[in-house]
């Protein structure tokens, strides 16, 4: 049985992972959150993988390796059903440890810092638990503005361009311009939060709801994150 409420006007909350896979978005909702308050040492995890350049997808024969305490094994009970429920429901989930990512200092960012959709060019969501370290976040679709609807960032976007009026719409998707956002002043910026698995909309032509903006957050010095993402 589902037991869903409402809040911040586009997220529903479900109570198990049958209910956030196949409850349906629509109207405002386009982000839907399995809450959960997990148990287990995360940090022994990320502590103990071997950690190979900027970021590392760690595998579930590496996890069943690692030498852990009573919570440490815990955690990795859950990382593990995690990626198990995933992969039965046919989504290619991967546990990330991540350090940084790649960060594009252009005048017009397309790295994940910025807020920005998900396309694809079949039906699909993404999904996403942050276990440890600082959590994902998403803006409110009303508290957005595409960033090629700015008049500055469009015209210094054109003087790139440089070509025909009528194939500058195919240029920003070329480039993946069109996917950016720019939070609104006074925007309330959304935490996701530690070990709540998210399922969030994303740009298909079969949607019926408009794709969550969402973002990687900036890591705090020295500290490390753990993200299940697909």
Known sequence: MQDLYNTKNQILS???????????????????????????????IIKKVELKGNITTIEEEELLELKLSEEGQ????????????????????????????????????????SFHVDRSPIP???????????????????????????????????????????GFEAFLTENFYD???????????????HGNLWRLAVDHPESQVLPCLHRAPKEKPGEKRLLLIC
């Open 74 to 113: 815990l955690a990795r009970e859950i990382l593990l059903n995690d990626l198990e429920l995933l992969k039965t429901h046919g989504a290619a989930a991967v546990l990330n440890a991540i350090n940084y990512y790649d960060k594009d200092d252009s005048f017009f960012s397309t790295d994940v810092y």
């Open 14 to 44: 479900v109570t198990n992972f049958h209910d956030l896979v196949s409850t349906k978005f629509h109207g405002d909702i386009n982000a839907l959150c399995w809450s959960r308050e997990l148990k287990g040492d995360f940090e022994e």
């Open 179 to 193: 996917l950016h956002y720019h939070a609104k002043p006074g925007a309330q910026i959304i935490n996701l939060g």
């Open 124 to 166: 699909t969501n993404t999904f996403l638990c942050t276990y440890y370290g600082t959590p994902s976040e998403i803006l409110p679709n009303a508290q957005g503005i595409q960033k090629i609807l700015i008049p500055e960032i469009r015209s210094e976007l054109k003087k790139q361009y440089g070509g025909a009026e009528e």
